[in-house]
């Protein structure tokens, strides 16, 4: 029988879409230039220390590094209507999301960098609240048999998601 062995050498960003979908976007020789491997024909531009990733329908989304990841400051289409959005620098924590009418949605955190609500100031000073957030403890202690090594909390109360209360009062 044949073989047929490959290999090469090549950086390369691995871009996840909004649904999921991973997409490997390979260096262009030795340019700033990243593009798919597969049909997406999306382009990656390395403009260091952000990015500007290009879709075939004029979509352009700008990122920026924040706690060694890369996180999305603007989405613009190919008419110029774009949303934009701010994030903590220490924690990467998203702040607000603002769009082509200048309309921002605001993420508030409590002491303990909970997400408390998602928050939009309307008219005059009314804050409309579009979700609030309530957080339960639970005690955690998987108790695994045997030698298995527990990475997380173990034995220890941990903070979760109990409650999404919507602006509907649902």
Known sequence: ???????????????ITAAGRRVELR?????NVYEAGDSSYLQLID????????????????????????????????????????????????????????R???????????????????AGPVSHNWATFEYTEVFVAPAFGGSLLVNGPNNTNTTVLSRVNLHDST
């Open 104 to 122: 921002v949605i605001n993420f508030d955190y409590d002491g303990n960098n909970n997400l408390q609500a998602i928050r939009q100031t309307w």
């Open 47 to 102: 403009t260091s220390p952000s990015l500007v990733v290009r879709s075939t329908d004029g979509t352009q989304l700008s990122f920026v590094e924040i706690n060694n990841e890369y996180s999305c400051t603007q989405i613009k289409d190919r008419n110029g209507n774009y949303i934009s959005a701010t994030y903590n620098t220490t924690n990467g924590h998203l702040l607000t999301i603002t769009d082509t009418l200048n």
């Open 1 to 15: 029988g044949e073989t047929f062995t490959a290999s090469f050498s090549a950086f390369l960003f691995l871009f």
């Open 27 to 31: 260096q262009v020789g030795t340019s």
